[in-house]
C-alpha cells in the first residue's frame, strides 16, 4: 500500500508566479489535509477536504490560495502570484474514514514539496 | 480555538537516558492526542497516539500520558539512542467534527553517544 504521495517534492518560483502542488492519499482515505511549515517552525493547519467538498478552510489565507480534492485525481494546492513569504515546506496528509462512526484519527503524512520562491 | 503548547524546545540527552516532552492544550474538547517524529527534511511520521478515554499508552520504549483534567499529555521515551535525534511535535484533535490537528511548537531532541 503506497503512502501518501506529493509532486513535486522541489518547487522554485519566481515572485508573481503560480504554484501548484498536488498531492494523492493513501489508497482507501477519503480525507485530505493541508500544513504548512515554516522553517525551523510547527505545522499550521490549510484546509481540510474530501471528494469535491472543502470541509475546513479557517487556516489558509483569504487571497491567492485554494485548494481542490476533485472526483477524480489528486488534491491541488494551488497559490497564485507567490512572494517570499509562501516559501516553506507544504505537507498534505490523508486519513482513513471510520464508517461506523465518521470520525478519523490517524493523519499520515507525505514527504512535503519545498517550495522556494526567489 | 484550541492552542498547544510544548516544552522544552531543546532537549539534549545522553545515550540510555529518559526523555520527557511535555504538551498542554486549552479546548476540553479535544480528545484525540497524536505524536509525530520528524527528522530533518522528513515527513512528520506518527510515533503513538492516545485517545480521551485511555490515560497511558506504551509501545515499546515510548509511553504517552494524558492528564484530562489538567488537561496535558506527556511523551516519554526510555533507553533512548542516538536514531531518536529528531524533532517531536505534539498535537491535539478537537472533537467538534472539524479534524484538523492542531500542533505544538516542536521539541528538538539530541541523543549523544
Known amino acids: 500500500n503506497a503512502g501518501v504521495m506529493q509532486n513535486p517534492r522541489h518547487l522554485v518560483r519566481r515572485r508573481g508566479q503560480e504554484a501548484r502542488l498536488r498531492c494523492s492519499p493513501m489508497k482507501g482515505h477519503s480525507h485530505v489535509y493541508w500544513y504548512r511549515q515554516l522553517p525551523e517552525e510547527g505545522l499550521k493547519f490549510m484546509v481540510y477536504l474530501q471528494k469535491e467538498n472543502i470541509i475546513d478552510e479557517s487556516g489558509m489565507p483569504k487571497e491567492r490560495f485554494s485548494a481542490e480534492f476533485p472526483k477524480e485525481g489528486p488534491s491541488i494546492l494551488r497559490i497564485q502570484q507567490v512572494v517570499r513569504g509562501d516559501s516553506a515546506a507544504y505537507f498534505c496528509?490523508?486519513?482513513?474514514?471510520?464508517?461506523?462512526?465518521?470520525?478519523?484519527?490517524?493523519?499520515?503524512f507525505g514527504p512535503g514539496t519545498r517550495l522556494t520562491v526567489t | 480555538g484550541e492552542n498547544v503548547e510544548q516544552h522544552p524546545s531543546t532537549l539534549s540527552v545522553q545515550e540510555g537516558d529518559s526523555a520527557v516532552i511535555k504538551c498542554t492544550y486549552s479546548d476540553s474538547a479535544s480528545n484525540y492526542f497524536p505524536w509525530y517524529k520528524q527528522e530533518l527534511g522528513k515527513r512528520p511520521q506518527l510515533i503513538i497516539d492516545?485517545?480521551?478515554?485511555?490515560g497511558e499508552k506504551k509501545d515499546q520504549r515510548i509511553a504517552v500520558t494524558l492528564n484530562k483534567t489538567a488537561k496535558h499529555f506527556s511523551l516519554h521515551i526510555t533507553e533512548t539512542q542516538p536514531e531518536d535525534s529528531a524533532v517531536y511535535f505534539c498535537?491535539?484533535?478537537?472533537?467538534?467534527?472539524?479534524?484538523?490537528?492542531?500542533f505544538g511548537t516542536g521539541t528538538r531532541l539530541l541523543v549523544s553517544p
Open positions: 496528509a490523508s486519513s482513513p474514514e471510520n464508517l461506523l462512526s465518521g470520525i478519523t484519527y490517524e493523519q499520515y
Open positions: 498535537a491535539a484533535r478537537l472533537d467538534t467534527g472539524f479534524q484538523k490537528l492542531v
Open positions: 492516545i485517545r480521551s478515554n485511555v
